[in-house]
């Protein structure tokens, strides 16, 4: 079945680096842009960054852009989130997400169909 | 604060209606972008809802309605169930500055 499993979680100083995983299966990778969104403990969902299906556009929040970046292996059916610079607002559960089609770059007007079960971040001073 | 403006909370008795609002700008809802709903059970990863404003995904049962006008969407559930407590977001794109993908604070839902 269509499925996403988050993995890198962990516990990081402040200023630290990480990296998230996202294995894909069950669909074609390599045809649909994927998401970051991410919850901190009590709180809402947050977009993060966005990547097309060949990872030609990528786009991040404001709140982590120039720290972290947003790629993909399509060989691997793997997508992947680097986090630089961390602090403690970073601290959270981050899921990656499907866009809900397939779009020529990227998709402004549809939702994300598939979750992964999140992992989660937690940053310490 | 969210570039969508959800309320924190609403409940209701079984089988009753509730609705739950989503405002936005004319950025984002008012700009014609599309609005989706997601929810998000205790302690689960969130899972698509409504999409295209007014869509269900396959599995999704009819009590879930969404509509949208002008600069505002909401989302209505009839025949509430226990299982339906759940915190709930809205989502769209917002145009403005950069661009970016934009959900509501979420709305928790208590079923009475």
């Known amino acids: ?125 | 604060q969210s570039v969508l403006t959800q309320p924190p909370s609403v409940s209701g008795a079984p089988g009753q209606r509730v609705t739950i609002s989503c405002t936005g700008s004319s950025y984002n809802i008012g700009a014609g972008y599309d609005v989706h709903w997601y929810q998000q059970l205790p302690g689960t990863a969130p899972k698509l809802l409504i999409y295209g404003n007014s869509n269900r995904p396959s599995g999704v049962p009819d009590r879930f309605s969404g509509s949208k006008s002008g600069t505002s969407a909401s989302l209505a559930i009839t025949g509430l169930q226990a299982e339906d407590e759940a915190d709930y977001y809205c989502q769209s794109y917002d145009s403005s500055l950069s661009g970016s993908w934009v959900f509501g604070g979420g709305t928790k839902l208590t079923v009475l």
């Open chain 1, 1 to 125: 079945q269509v499925q996403l499993v988050e993995s890198g979680g962990g516990v990081v100083q402040t200023g630290r680096s990480l990296r998230l995983s996202c294995e894909a299966s069950g669909f074609t990778f390599s045809s649909f842009g994927m998401h970051w969104v991410r919850q901190a403990p009590g709180k809402g969902l947050e977009w993060v960054a966005v990547i097309s299906y060949d990872g030609s556009y990528r786009y991040y929040a404001d709140s982590v852009k120039g720290r972290f970046t947003i790629s993909r292996d399509n060989s691997k059916n793997t997508l992947y989130l680097q986090m630089n610079s961390l602090r403690g607002e970073d601290m959270a559960v981050y899921y990656c997400a499907k866009d809900q089609i397939s779009c020529p770059a990227l998709c402004h007007y549809y939702g994300m169909d598939v979750w992964g079960q999140g992992t989660t971040v937690t940053v310490s001073s």
